[in-house]
């Protein structure tokens, strides 16, 4: 099993807007600032399968009226490989936030990918969303 921290602060380069309500509105540079906090805990069962958890913390400054400024995330993501050149790749990141502050879309990911070729520089990848 692997443990990982990783941490962030990023500061916004949008151009200032005058309109109060949105996500760009910043009366001050601090206003700019992002900030994320991540625990990474992944453990490989065996060659073919691996597990990653990931809880997260992130924070905006200010953020568009009615929405809130922290939330707390878990996702969860694996890595299952069929033969030595399809792998199927897969996460899911469950947001905990007041549903009442703003609609969001929670949904799985996902990559197959195919190589071919001794050294694996042709590569399909095909990317789904449910």
Do not use: C
């Not at 921290?5 to 309109?19: R, V």
């Not at 399809?86 to 929670?106: G, Q, S």
């Amino acid at each position: 099993m692997s443990v990982a921290f990783f941490g962030s602060a990023t500061t916004s380069a949008m151009g200032k807007s005058e309109d109060l309500t949105s996500p760009s509105n910043f009366s001050k540079f601090s206003d700019r600032m992002t900030y994320v906090s991540q625990l990474v805990i992944a453990r490989m069962f065996n060659p073919a399968f691996s597990l990653v958890l990931i809880p997260s913390y992130i924070h905006h400054d200010y953020t568009a009226y009615g929405d809130q400024n922290s939330t707390f995330a878990l996702s969860v993501g694996g890595r299952l490989k069929f033969t030595k050149r399809m792998t199927l790749l897969a996460d899911y990141v469950a947001p905990f936030r007041n549903k009442e502050k703003k609609d969001y879309i929670e949904n799985i990911n996902g990559n197959f990918i195919m190589h071919w070729g001794s050294d694996s520089k042709l590569r399909l990848e095909v990317m789904f969303s449910i």
